[in-house]
């Protein structure tokens, strides 16, 4: 397996969907699960931001609109179907179908057509940026890829190439709680349970460590260390893998852009 991680920069106003995140730069939206086929793409996106954002999105997605995941200058408006299955404030979950409709090719569309079927997706929409994640069966056909997505590319458009390897990231996405010592999932799990958590809390550290039966200390010790392990996961999961900008993409880095007229 290979791991394909690239990197779009757009202007303002070459993208409906970008835009809201350039004027509200605290929004954040990542792909849950994405299925991709040549007659279109399900996707489920889970998006947090202020109220305004996510109301600025409902109305891009009501409306017809340029196909959202293509870089290139075809006309390509497309079907949508859009639907929020999941709120709470500041959150929402949402599930979309788009129809690949005549000379629309889409980005997962290219990936497939140049590297076969089986092809993993995520994106992460943050302020002017959209991250990439691809993974592949193997690099056979990337270089395809890479030139469609170059001949694709409109003005007001940067692609960034940054990384093509062995995959690290879907390994390290696959961390779940149960990975953590015995005595620290228990320790979380209660504090869960009886509300330590909760503001104000529902029950003091001390009465938890009794119900428990260890020492405060003791109960303390687990939960930094399992609050420490939780808190890295979440960064890592929000931002992407900690990564220096010199660890490059075997080969290099590649960046190409194009400007607005």
Known sequence: MREFIFTIDYERGV???????????????????????????????????????LERLDEVYDDPVQCTECIGTRDCKTDWTYEVIGSEPGVRTVYSYRSEAGDCHSIPRLAIEHVGPGVLCETERRQSRCEWRLLLCDDAGVDGLFEAMEAELRPGLTVEFRQLGSPSYWVD??????????????????????????????????????????????????????????????????????????????????RIGRSGV
């Open 15 to 53: 993208d409906p969907v970008m835009d809201v995140f350039i004027d509200h730069p605290s929004a954040h939206s990542r792909t849950i699960a994405c299925n991709v086929t040549e007659d279109g793409m399900w996707r489920l996106e889970r998006v947090a931001g202020p109220e305004t954002a």
């Open 173 to 254: 996405e696959a961390v779940t709680l149960a990975e953590l010592p015995p005595e620290q999932q228990a320790a979380v799990e209660a504090a869960v349970e009886h509300g330590y958590y909760r503001t104000p809390r529902d029950i003091s550290l001390t009465d938890l460590a009794e119900r428990l039966d260890v020492s405060r200390s003791t109960l303390q010790y687990r939960l930094q260390r399992a609050e420490a392990w939780i808190v890295r996961s979440f960064v890592t999961r929000s931002m992407g893998p900690v990564q220096a900008d010199e660890d490059v993409a075997e080969g290099g880095r590649l």
